[in-house]
């Protein structure tokens, strides 16, 4: 099929080198000219693991092509996807500006009754208020067809996006045109060939299912953190907990990690937006509300830490964080746990040492003063971070900090204190090492007698 993508980030990037390599004839456009230079020569603008594989290989076989021209991207397009940022609003609700105004040049340009699919998560009408814009222009125009909109969101993680749109748990096509429906099964049908994965329901059942399972996952997640400021306080180690519980069918392993909180591009503001719509509809959602609450608290959890084990006064102390990416596997730093803390910590005048294997750039340019001034430091190397470092916080969970070098942390900190935001560590052995151990949800350690180790 010729498929139009409008959006290169992780969603459309993705949405388009996947279909291309399915071998449909796929052309993305995206208004920023200097993301479309890199991906015409193959490079990605966002760190995905496998994607730029996938953009060689597309790329060569002239299955895949990128353009900031929106009106020729559209000259022979049967399908189009919009996949275009829905920030957050000041007031919390989502803002489709991006989305109304890629309708609106859809309207102008389209030469054919094609099909477009909103892929960004938008809320509840939105495809209609799509249908309603182009139906307007195609009035406007006299033409005698009329371009049927579909909302098939998107369910895939950053850092296995790739995997997750090939292997979809699920496919939702909210449509009520048969004909839309046919093609946007036909389109999948590569995706879901062993079993049938695709489920057919109303554009706004589309629309709620994809802000619901968010909602769900965050709920998940918030549970669990509130779980743990209480079993550290009974002495309970909440990762029993967690396996005690996981091994439940019911439960489930997945999203129940006590941590630093949640954040990335999704979760944060689709709650935000969640709420909103039920503020829109004069509806409480007081379980919702304490979920976020619940995250923003433990987003401050690190510092709280630091503070209470360093002290009130932290000006010129040195603290190195391990991670800055919302998650592994992503160069995504949206709503991340790290962006508060390297915040508190700067605002403290604290010195801060800062390593990610993807994401420091990103982070020096949301920091660039503190860049400049020379308080916010972006190491190359983990172990570089920690030298002569008062603590050092592990808030991205990424594979490389699984099993550190401890000898070498313990010789370069000047004092060994870990706070691990993700519970990666076992706190008898790192504890046997020297260091002052503190987890989420695991019972503190008696303060260590030793003295706090010099280096000259
Ligand atoms: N990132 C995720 O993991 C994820 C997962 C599922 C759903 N979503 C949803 O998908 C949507 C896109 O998310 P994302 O993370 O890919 O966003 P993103 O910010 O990474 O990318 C959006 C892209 O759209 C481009 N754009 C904006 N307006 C445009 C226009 N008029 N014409 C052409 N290009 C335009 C921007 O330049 C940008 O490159 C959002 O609604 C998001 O909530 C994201």
Not at 339 to 350: E, F, Q, T
Not at 390 to 417: N, S
């Amino acid at each position: 099929m010729r498929i139009t993508v409008i959006g290169c980030g992780y969603v459309g990037l993705v949405t388009a080198a996947c279909f291309a390599e399915m071998g449909n004839d796929v052309i993305c456009v995206d208004q920023d000219r200097e993301r479309i230079a890199a991906l015409s020569d193959g490079r990605s603008p966002i760190y995905e693991p496998g994607i730029e594989a996938l953009l060689a290989v597309n790329l060569s076989g002239r299955r895949l092509a990128f353009t900031t021209r929106l009106d020729q991207a559209l000259e022979r397009a049967e399908v189009v996807f919009i996949a275009v940022g829905t920030p957050s609003s000041a007031d919390g609700s989502a803002d489709i500006s991006q989305i109304l105004s890629v309708a609106a040049s859809l309207g102008q340009y389209l030469m054919a009754p094609a099909i477009v699919v909103c892929k960004s998560t938008a809320p509840v009408g939105t495809a209609c208020r799509v249908q309603a814009i182009l139906d307007q222009h195609c009035a406007r125009r006299h033409l005698n067809w009329r371009a049927s909109v579909v909302s098939n969101p998107e369910f895939l993680k950053e850092g296995v996006a790739i995997n997750d749109f090939m292997r979809p748990d699920r496919i939702i096509i909210g449509t009520e045109d048969d004909h839309a429906a046919e093609v946007m099964c036909a389109l999948y049908a590569p995706f879901v060939r062993n079993h049938e994965r695709i489920l057919l329901m109303g554009r706004r059942a589309a629309e709620f299912s994809k802000y619901a399972a968010n909602a769900f996952l965050a709920t998940k997640i918030s549970f669990m953190n509130e779980m743990a400021s209480l079993s550290a306080r009974l002495g309970v180690d909440i990762e029993q907990v967690r396996k005690g519980i996981g091994s439940d069918q019911r439960i489930g392993h997945q999203f129940i990690y006590a941590g630093c909180g949640y954040g990335g591009s999704c979760f944060p503001k689709d709650i935000r937006a969640l709420l909103h719509m039920a503020e829109a509809e004069d509806q409480q959602l007081p379980l919702l509300s304490a979920v976020e609450a619940r995250n923003s608290t433990q987003k401050q959890w690190l510092f709280r830490q630091i503070s209470t084990r360093l002290g009130s006064n932290l000006r010129d102390m040195t603290v190195a964080i391990w991670g800055l990416s919302f998650k592994p596997g992503t160069d995504d730093i949206r709503d991340a746990p790290s962006l508060v803390l390297v915040k508190s910590l700067l605002d403290a005048g604290v010195r801060v040492q800062a390593f990610d294997p993807v994401a420091g750039t990103n982070i020096a340019n949301q920091f660039a003063a503190a860049v400049a001034r020379g308080q916010l430091q972006l190491s190359e190397d983990q172990y570089q971070a920690a030298r002569f470092a008062d603590a050092l916080v592990l808030v991205t969970e990424w594979k490389q900090f699984r099993q550190p070098d401890f000898i070498r942390l313990r010789e370069l900190m000047r004092r060994p204190l870990l706070i691990d935001g993700r519970n990666q560590y076992d706190p008898q052995a790192l504890q046997a090492q020297g260091f002052e151990y503190v987890g989420v949800g695991r019972p503190s350690a008696e303060p260590q007698q030793r003295p706090a180790l010099r280096i000259a």
